[in-house]
């Protein structure tokens, strides 16, 4: 203290409190509770996964369904696992425009000026990304209780099949990290993440069985990644045949598929957008 | 002032792609002083403050805070120092108590003191009554006071503002100078950026005018006021009948002088006080009746328009944004370049 120029002091010098930084499960958690208070806050963030999902559910089980035959199952069966699939694709737009959102309002900037652990941004966002679509699961899940879906084999494979879609939500957050590290505007996230999610979540078995599809949609349709964890979740859960003989491989053996799928991308994705993240976050 | 260092920049390089944004800054910040980054938008400002706060990596050179190096001693850094961003960094959702306990819970500081000081804080800037309200009802001039309160929340002895007051009313801003003043009473360093003469006038010890990414001149605010030009001795009389005779007596002080008839003056280069006091002695001995006698010095105006050729104003785009400096690379590279 005696080095300071008292010169100007006249007012009692600075007491400064003990600093202690905390710890990355600290750090994340606290900014899990600030994007959860954006949430209680913001009711209508959660519309993207709850009523637009809940109308996804009645449209497609009550419109289209009738004119959709799915062998040895009801449709509302085999639809309900296809649903919540791709609501969980769809956390990683939430991610996206989230993390977009803070980066371009600065909030990035004032927790990048904090004592925290670096990796706590991205941690707390993903995890918070993840509650989000949880939530979504969980209404997609009730309104399926009423309208006739059931898990069918057992607590163990019902509850595996929920953790195997969070798991794919994890790997999905990651393009999500990427996109919203790349991308300037929170305009600029949806309008992308919304042109690659539809065409992804449909041309796919979530909403009406492959077999139907022209041969070489039929191909791509099998071998992407949502097929797997969709036909994973039905097996798990009891909801319909297993994929027919003619099916891709994937959908042979779709839960382990589904688990390579998700380690796959997430390798793929998560340098991505960690160093997309990193640059965007230097500069 | 003879402190250690608080803010050491060395030869601070960034460039974004051709782009030098910041193109070679050195200066120091003496402990408990006010330094004032003087610069017209996209001199290099925000990225300089960027590096020395740790958002930004540099190009090449280094930077010290409180002693540590802002490329390998990011966290202690961190902890040394206080941010406020151009653009109020304020989580718009949260309330304002809210805000300050997010920040409070991410330094690690104690329960009881975030509270203490939150309650403190508030009261200091004014936001007691709004502090359970969202920030996004807040007014700019309350989103800056918030950003300040958040920044102050660890009590840093170094505190980095970036144009602290754009965008506010005149109201807002000498409220917040006299907040300032306050923290530097209580030994605060400030390092501040800013594109208001006036300001830096009002607040700096020391002024660092940069242009183009390169610091152009540096000195206390009367060092830059005297670099810009000699002083002048400005004499108003009261009748313009003697403006003829003031103008002779004048000359035998001045190699320089100049008659207004409209508004009854005569200017006169001077060398300073001396000059001045010679003068008025000319004018008591005579029987010349004067309204006024004074020294006036260039405006920090005029300084500016000297040091860079053009005013302060001109380089000023309509863009408000925080990273200015990366998203126009139009005005920024003209001229600088090798």
Redesign the interface.
Known sequence: MT???T????????????????SLA??AS??V??NL??IR??PEMLLDVTVQSVMFVLLFAYVFGGSIAVAGSDYREFLLPGIMVQTMVFSSAVVATGLTNDLQ???V????????PRSAVLVGRSISSLIHSSIGVAVMGLTGLLIGWRIRNGVVDGVLAFLLLLLFGFAVIWLGIWVGSIMRTVEAVQGFMFTVMFPLTFVANTFAPTESMPTWLRFVAEWNPISAVTQACRELWGNGLPAPADAAWPLQHAVPVSVGWSLVLTAIFAPLAVSAFRRR??? | MGGTAAVEAIDLVKHFGTNRAVDGVSFVVPEGTVLGLLGPNGAGKTTLVRMLTTLSVPTSGAGRVAGFDVVTQPNEVRRSMGLTGQAATVDEILTGAENLRLVGALYGLPRAYVRDATERLLDRFDLTDAADRMAKTYSGGMRRRLDLAVSLLAAPPILFLDEPTTGLDPKSRSGLWAVLRELVDEGTTLLLTTQYLEEADQLADEIVVVDKGKVIAAGTPTQLKDEAGRASVVVTLTHARDLAAAADLVRAHSPEVHVDRTSRRVTARAGGLGDMTRIAAAFEASSIELDDLGLARPSLDDVFLHLTGHRAEDAEDAEDTDDVEAAEPGPITEGAAP
Do not use: N, Y
């Open positions: 080095t300071l120029p010169t100007r002091a006249t007012r009692p010098p600075l007491v400064r409190p003990p600093l202690s930084p905390p600290r750090a606290t900014i509770w600030r208070l954006h806050r913001m309002k600065g909030i900037d004032r927790f990048r000026s904090l004592p925290i976050s230097r500069d």
